[in-house]
Nanobody, 115 residues
Framework: QVQLVESGGGLVQPGGSLRLSCAAS????????MGWYRQAPGKERELVAG???????DYADSVKGRFTISRDNAKNMVYLQLSSLTPEDTAIYYC?????????WGQGTQVTVFS
């Protein structure tokens, strides 16, 4: 089992920045990739950014150049730096850990971008 706890969400004005953190605990052996997803009201959950155990990263087109995913393996932490935020980035952001057989989710952290 893997437990994930997100933090760092909040209210921010357009153009602002936030840094989300995901603290992972439990059996991290076998986790192949970690990622950040988001779900806006009335919309499906979507992948925002992912990072493999080897450090390869991938981003949704809508956030490329604005968001950066990183990880600290020694601390079992994954981060998402959000920059140049727009109201369209408003959503609940979820941390995900993926193994060959399981997918684990955190409880989410709310990001609200308002004028």
């Amino acid at each position: 089992q893997v437990q994930l706890v997100e933090s760092g969400g909040g209210l921010v004005q357009p153009g602002g920045s936030l840094r989300l953190s995901c603290a992972a605990s439990g059996s991290m052996l076998g986790i192949k990739a970690m990622g950040w997803y988001r779900q806006a009201p009335g919309k499906e959950r979507e992948l925002v950014a992912g990072i493999t155990s080897g450090g390869s990263t991938d981003y949704a087109d809508s956030v490329k150049g604005r968001f950066t995913i990183s990880r600290d393996n020694a601390k079992n932490m994954v981060y998402l730096q959000l920059s140049s935020l727009t109201p369209e980035d408003t959503a609940i952001y979820y941390c995900n850990a993926l193994s060959s057989s399981s997918s684990y989710w955190g409880q989410g952290t709310q990001v609200t971008v308002f004028s």
